[in-house]
């Protein structure tokens, strides 16, 4: 088997801070990046590979933990920290493990695409952990934004286009731009979809006009319905 080794940085842009100053939701705060990256990188192996991940942690006051989803079989996972509410700060990402060599998924896609879904509060997170664990307690109320691959709109409407708002005029090159996936005609793509949340509860809805899922999806998404991974086929 093939041995992958990734060095695994978690540190901030310049390395006497430690956060970076970022625009989730077009609304700057502060993430915690991995090698000076937000969104992070993502890790993909075989099923069998050995990941080896060399953690620097360069947090002046903070431990690091990584949890590891899942990773035992191929499939659609994510990594997050695990040292209180790091996940909220934005640490985490994608890990997606393939089939092992010599074996074939049971369906046939020619392309695939990655979501990663996530919540995004702009208070402080302490003041999230602090809420949480207080007697009584307090609730933060619900997520500013909800975030796909590390980008969101804060409080842009659907109809917001249609308006004269200058808020959620995004030109592309924002760092909230929507993620755009892009796909051609007659083809099969699978959407890997992994949610990242750390207190919302997400349903997903895919607004277009001729989505025709295959049939495996069905199949494969009951068996996952239990868990915050999925993929399906379109
Ligand atoms: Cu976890």
């Known amino acids: 088997m093939e041995k992958k080794e990734y060095p695994f940085y978690i540190r901030s842009h310049v390395d006497v801070q430690s956060y970076l100053f970022w625009s989730p939701d077009c609304v700057e705060n502060v993430v915690k990046g991995i090698n000076g990256q937000y969104p992070r990188p993502t890790i993909r192996a075989k099923?069998?590979?050995?990941?080896?991940?060399?953690?620097?942690?360069?947090?002046?006051?903070?431990?690091?933990?990584?949890?590891?989803?899942?990773?035992?079989?191929?499939?659609?996972?994510?990594?997050?920290?695990?040292?209180?509410?790091?996940?909220?700060?934005?640490?985490?990402?994608?890990?997606?493990?393939?089939?092992?060599?010599?074996?074939?998924?049971?369906?046939?896609?020619?392309?695939?695409?990655?979501?990663?879904?996530?919540?995004?509060?702009?208070?402080?997170?302490?003041?999230?952990?602090?809420?949480?664990?207080s007697n009584p307690f307090r609730w933060i109320g619900e997520p500013q934004s909800l975030l796909m691959n590390g980008r969101g709109q804060f409080n842009c409407s659907l109809a917001d286009h249609l308006s004269n708002s200058s808020v959620c005029k995004i030109r592309g090159g924002e760092q909230c731009a929507p993620p755009i996936l892009h796909v051609q005609p007659n083809k099969t793509y699978r959407l890997r979809i992994a949610s990242t949340t750390s207190l919302a509860s997400l349903n997903l809805a895919i607004g277009v006009s001729q989505l025709y899922l295959n049939t495996l999806c069905f199949i494969n998404c009951l068996l996952l319905e239990k868990s915050n991974l999925h993929f399906l086929l379109f």
Request: aromatic share 12%; hydrophobic share 35%.
């Open 47 to 133: 099923a069998g590979d050995t990941i080896v991940v060399h953690l620097h942690n360069k947090l002046h006051t903070e431990g690091v933990v990584i949890h590891w989803h899942g990773i035992r079989q191929a499939g659609t996972y994510f990594y997050h920290g695990h040292y209180g509410m790091q996940k909220s700060t934005g640490l985490y990402g994608s890990l997606i493990v393939d089939v092992a060599d010599g074996e074939k998924e049971p369906f046939h896609y020619e392309g695939e695409l990655n979501m990663l879904l996530s919540d995004w509060w702009h208070q402080n997170v302490h003041e999230k952990e602090i809420g949480l664990s």
